[in-house]
């Protein structure tokens, strides 16, 4: 997997995942890039070649229906 996000997620489910996904190179952060994902209940860990894409994508507003 090259990226993986969600929103509305607990702290103690990301906290672990995020420390390991660090330690293998990986760029954790909120949906703003910054470091507020405990506090945010947000999450994007990717590999820095698609972080940028990653957060393009998810500000994105919806695609009408």
């Known amino acids: 997997m090259d990226g993986y996000w969600e929103a509305r997620i607990k702290p ?6 995020s420390i390991i996904a660090r330690e293998a190179g990986a760029t954790v952060t909120d949906y703003d890039n910054g470091d507020a994902m405990f506090a945010r209940h947000q ?6 070649l698609i ?4 957060l393009v994508v998810l500000r994105a507003p ?4």
């Open 51 to 54: 972080q940028a894409d990653m």
């Open 62 to 65: 919806p695609a009408p229906v």
């Open 12 to 17: 103690h489910d990301i906290f672990a995942g």
């Open 43 to 48: 999450i994007i860990a990717s590999n820095d």
